[in-house]
């Protein structure tokens, strides 16, 4: 009768340590799934950010070529206001264009027909593990009362 | 068993709201691109969603987006976006406008749901016609619900129909009782006069003013495509409409610096040429004191009544543009 007993607690030691042991391989297999979907959610979302980033510094009002009352020429940035608006978005960085970009460098390269380039917005992130950069190209107007036209590209690099 | 049921549901509400943040976060990003992409008109199919509620809020120049009751919102400090306060739907138009005062200073968003309807009442031809137009589309989903109507008896009032009175002459909507077929519609009007815009709500049988501190003025320059005009017909009420519009006041100081930064430029390509440019450049109230005067009124333009100037100012802006631009020279924008 006690020996009969012995053997059915030993059995249900056993069951009990089997059962906690599949929980252990459960939850291992869990973390992991979590850790590696959270770093694609992050992949994601710095892909994300890129694209809105790019989007947005594409259609600034603040580069964009206007046309007086008609719309403004797709993808062209003028010179004349690009080069007060890296000083304008340097000033306003934390007060406005944060909110726009948050950590970014964004930089024009002039590619003809001289080769310039301008840092229009940059605040990195000292930690940053990711970066993700974006180019698109664009025309440059230069005004003169008969406008120039350069060509050249945006890049826009996100952090997180 | 009862440990693994309780974790299984627990771990169904957090995948829900979990869901609820993403699909706001994708929202958010459709938005953004429609937002950019000036003078285009989206439809997006939110028939997944026609179970929940979305809602756009707005206070103190900072928006924000989600789904009641589920998951995180989303906050946006820097697009105007007019919608209604809160919408159930299966569709949503994405309409977006470009605001010039006198230049480009941001795009408006106009969030339109698919079960909206406007009827516009008053003797304003030219905006009817013009607003009639610009709402159709060829496409079926992507054309606005509007109808001009002559009384307030024409409407028709639908169950889980938005709707919206537009009353272009200012006294049409609420210089009477609301008529029978509109009590507890829920129905939201707004009416232009020549002091400004007011807005209402439907409540139990009265018109609800929702703005208390007196009309607000329509801060733009007329014209056709009038964004802040559209602003108003689209927003929920009157803190919504408001609110937005101090997004792009915000924006238009920045905007504003950096012309005056492009006038320096022009003034200085003309300081050894000289000619007729450069006279118009320096004559006095030139460009550069209006652009000045401008940033400076945009900044501290918060109230209704503090804004009023910026027209004065912009339209000087265009004039002097304009000046410019006959005389063959660079011009501002």
Known sequence: MKRKAQARMTETIAVIFIFFILILFGLIFYARYSQSSFVQKQEELLAKEAIDSTTKALFLPELICSKGEAEPEDHCLDLMKLRTANETFRKYLTD??????SYARITVQEVYPDDRSWILYERIKTNATREEPTY?????????PDPVYGFGYIEVRVFS | MLFFAGLVIKQKAVSEQNLATDVVSILDSIFTSAGVSSQTKVFLDTSGLSSYTLFFNCQDRVGELGIKGQGQSIQNAIDPIF????VQTTGLILWSLPYNFPYKVID????????AKYYLLGADNDFIREFTNSTADESPRLNINTEFISSLNEVKATSGILLRLVDLQGNLIVSGPVPTN???????AVTFTAGGINFYQENKGQWVLSNQDGPLPLISLGGERDAAK???????DADNYWCNMQKAFHRLQYVTEVYSGKEEEINDFYTESGGVCKVLLSSQDNLRSSLLTLQTQAQS?????????MIKTATRIKTLDNQLWESHCIRLY
Not at chain 1, 96 to 101: L, T, W
Not at chain 2, 108 to 115: D, G, K, S, T, W
């Open chain 2, 182 to 188: 509109l009590i507890d519609s829920s129905a939201t």
């Open chain 1, 136 to 144: 698109f190209s664009v025309s440059l107007r230069e005004e003169t």
């Open chain 1, 96 to 101: 406005y264009y944060f909110n726009i970009f």
């Open chain 2, 108 to 115: 408006f968003l106009y969030i339109i749901p698919a079960n």
């Open chain 2, 301 to 309: 333009c918060r109230y209704a009544y503090s804004c009023i100037d």
């Open chain 2, 230 to 236: 559209y602003g108003a017909i689209f927003s929920s």
């Open chain 2, 83 to 86: 919608a209604p306060a809160e």
